[in-house]
């Protein structure tokens, strides 16, 4: 066996030392009760605060177990949550592109659509709430797989159908996709699913920087590309929306 | 693709509202440009008493104007008019003199005037001045508010005899004060506000003053009634008067009015519902006046400049958005808002359990105050799953009732609804509205409907919108749901939900 990471083991044991006994504990005991230089436990307190594990006291200037700990069992982000921050932004994407807009998360093998905006064109249109998307082929799936290691794995384990001459079935390209995808921070889908329609996707990430969804815009080929290239406008309002409801779930910029 | 928010002109519209004051600034499109809010302190001195300090009220009016304008990054010469939205009813009296309010603004909830209402029916009862004003004579509404300060404050009568007290909801306030205040400030209110006082005739437009007389508010301290949509000045003095002098005051409307207009519900038949702690209703019934004998309320839809007024009848739901609030709150079956929706999909229908929550009485289209809350249809076999489908029929079913109510009162089918408010988020809520209703459900693409009728309203007055064809044009269709019940078994569900009803009637004894 490997090998142990040393500050990994130190970390565990002052979480354990702040579960016990006393709930508050000054840098000293903690160094202390654990045999450690101060400035090594002030290290490791101080990366554990960083993420959450830990909060300080601002007057006693103690530690404890931080509020984060608590999440670490009820982590899913309920997806009508999900949807209701997200309202304001998808209509104004909406409106600003020109384009219907979608936001999906991952269900079983696919992409389940949890928010649909129409296009704002008066034109007859169909509510996609409850539907599902193929996780290799459209923009919000690439997404998904790309930034979420579950989706990661059941979109390479699942079949993946070749809907059009487009549609990028076989592994290794597959995972070339990814890699531009995490590279570029949007995925595209021209004429992969469908023919004759495109669409750009980009990820949303919640307060612990965890891919929970991914938004993106579908329209016809002709209006989302431009001189056989995606219009980076078009590309740029979808980015901007997914920051947007990523902040307002209480994510960083970035 | 229209590019963000690009060059102005801009207008902008203050929303007044019950728990904060808001200020947004709109493109030509009616996209939003930047938004500003600050809430104010609710007071409450006694059970069922609800006070707003007017002079924090205005204080944070002017700072979310200066912030929206300074997130916008524009300045004056950008901005073409200024519109005002407020909290409806809500009532103050302040010295004409200093600009001092004499008192909190007594708020629209309080229910102070319970008992002089009352006194005031007479042997009447609560319909003694409907014919005129459309309204009941009940505790919401401004006049009796205004006859209590003027009883309650020691020498304010013998003040508002002299000449020095003003009368105004909070549209007044706000423009009094935009307007210079102490120094010529224009004593003003629109036609929508002032169908709200029960002392507005809603044939001419004017006080009636047999009724003004009656419930004790004397004449000269009321506001000029003026249209929704003209100058009635401009921004004059103070710190806005240095940041935007010379701006036109251009639109007042109360809040469910300004939803009606930011909605575009311009023709006949054509209704909106906005879906947050309560659930208003309004009607657009054009040119008429229908009197109501469903328990529903007439009032002044809206009037732009010279055209003629624009009328709607109004239900109201007192509980809608708070009852998801009360299973988070309360009962802790939820731990968001939002996640009524997901417990609520987990079974496929409500299991035989019917929520009427009466928490305090019955309003539209019953008025009964006698009735509470109650869960009905329970089994060993429902779980808090089905309550959660319960607590959301509950909206749906409630807006069934004010719509059947609506159309026996006007002969007007309604041939869509759209929808607004916070609640709108809930895709399980709107498809349920949407199969009780049997009609589509409409939600537009902008959300903050009332700041966009504001606008809309103060646009056309300044002419930077031509017509209200131009703003039809703006709207834009985000989603909608099409009905997906059959027929029986939505008949079914409605004789249920109908049979929990009656149960909550009569559950006080004392009352009557």
């Not at chain 1, 999900?82 to 384009?99: K, M, P, Y």
């Not at chain 1, 008066?122 to 459209?138: N, Y």
Request: with cysteine; proline share 3%.
């Amino acid at each position: 066996m490997a090998r142990n990471i040393q500050s990994l083991e130190r970390a565990a044991a002052m979480l354990r030392l702040l579960a016990g006994g006393e709930r508050r504990l000054g840098l000293s005991d903690i160094a202390s009760s654990l045999g450690l230089a101060k400035g090594t436990a002030h290290g490791i307190l101080r990366t554990l605060q960083h993420e959450g594990f830990v909060e300080q006291d601002d007057t006693s200037g103690r530690y404890q177990l931080g509020a984060e700990l608590l999440r670490l069992g009820t982590t899913y982000l309920d997806v009508h949550e999900l949807r209701a921050r997200a309202l304001v932004w998808t209509d104004d994407l909406a409106r600003s592109s020109g384009e219907s807009v979608h936001l999906g998360v991952l269900h079983q093998q696919g992409v389940l659509i949890v928010h649909h905006v129409f296009r704002p064109d008066d034109s007859r249109q169909v509510l996609e709430i409850g539907a599902m998307q193929p996780l290799h082929s459209t923009a919000l799936g690439k997404v998904l797989a790309a930034y979420d290691p579950v989706a990661h794995s059941e979109v390479l384990e699942g079949e993946r159908k070749a809907f059009t001459e487009r549609t990028v079935c076989a592994a290794t390209d597959f995972e070339g996709v990814l890699d531009i995808t995490r590279a570029r921070g949007y995925a595209a889908d021209v004429e992969e699913t469908w023919e004759g329609v495109a669409s750009i996707a980009a990820p949303i990430h919640d307060r612990r920087r965890m891919p929970v969804g991914a938004v993106g815009v579908t329209g016809a080929v002709e209006r989302l590309c431009r001189d056989g290239e995606l219009r980076p406008e078009l590309i740029a309002a979808v980015r901007d929306c997914a920051r947007a409801v990523s902040r307002d779930l209480g994510a960083g910029r970035f | 693709m229209t590019d963000a928010h690009t060059a102005g002109p801009f207008i902008a519209a203050i929303d007044q509202g019950t728990t904060s004051s808001r200020c947004i600034v709109f493109d030509r499109d009616g996209r939003i440009v930047s938004v500003d809010q600050k809430e104010h302190e609710q007071i409450f001195p006694k059970p069922g008493w609800v006070e707003h300090n007017a002079t924090e009220i205005w204080t944070n009016v002017q700072e979310v104007v200066a912030g929206a304008i300074e997130k916008a990054g524009i300045t004056r010469d950008d901005i073409k008019a200024i519109g005002i939205t407020n909290q409806r009813e809500t009532t103050l009296l302040w010295d004409k003199n200093t600009g001092e309010p004499v008192h909190n603004a007594i708020v629209w909830q309080d229910t102070r005037t319970d008992a002089l209402c009352k006194e005031l029916g007479r042997n009447v009862g609560q319909d003694r001045f409907r014919r005129e004003t459309g309204l009941p004579l009940a505790s919401y509404f401004a006049g009796p508010k205004a006859r209590w300060l003027l009883d309650n404050v020691e020498g304010l009568r013998e003040r508002a005899e002299a000449g020095d007290i003003l009368f105004g909801t909070m549209d007044t306030w706000v423009i009094w004060n935009l307007t210079g205040g102490v120094n010529g400030g224009h004593h003003v209110t629109d036609v929508t506000n002032a169908s709200r006082t029960l002392l507005m005739n809603l044939h001419t437009l004017q006080w009636d003053e047999k009724i003004a007389e009656s419930i004790g508010v004397p004449l000269s301290m009321l506001p000029e009634i003026r249209s929704s949509a003209e100058v009635y000045g401009e921004i004059t003095g103070g710190k806005l008067g240095d940041l935007l002098g010379g701006i036109p005051v251009a639109s007042a409307l109360g809040d469910q009015q300004a939803a009606l207009f930011g909605q575009t519900c311009f023709a006949e038949g054509e209704a909106k519902s906005t879906y947050g702690t309560g659930t208003f209703m309004l009607m657009n019934t054009g040119e008429k006046i229908i009197n109501s004998y469903s328990g529903l309320l007439t009032t002044v839809g809206y009037r732009i400049g010279d055209d003629k007024p624009v009328y709607a009848l109004e239900g109201s739901i007192a509980v809608t958005g708070s009852l998801v609030q009360w299973m988070r709150d309360q009962m802790g079956l939820i731990s968001t808002a939002a996640e009524i929706e997901t417990l609520a999909l987990s079974v496929e229908d409500n299991g035989g359990a019917y929520f009427v929550p009466a928490f305090s009485g019955l309003f539209a289209p019953y008025w009964r105050s006698d009735a509470r809350g109650v869960i009905a249809g329970l089994t060993r076999y429902v779980t808090k799953a089905h309550l959660a489908r319960a607590v959301l029929e509950a909206t749906a079913w409630q807006t069934r009732e004010i719509t059947d109510a609506m159309t026996k009162d006007s002969g007007v089918e309604l041939a869509a609804l759209k929808v607004d408010g916070g609640m709108t988020s809930n895709n399980l809520l709107m498809q349920t509205l949407s199969d009780f209703l049997d009609a589509p459900v409409v939600r537009p693409m902008v959300a903050e409907t009332t700041c966009l009728g504001a606008a809309y309203a103060a646009g056309l007055a300044v002419g930077f919108w031509t017509s209200t064809d131009d703003l039809r044009a703006n709207w834009r269709r985000a989603a909608e749901w099409t009905p997906r019940m059959d027929a029986d078994i939505r008949d079914r569900e409605y004789k249920s939900w109908l049979k929990a009803v009656e149960r909550t009637m009569g559950w006080l004894e004392d009352e009557n």
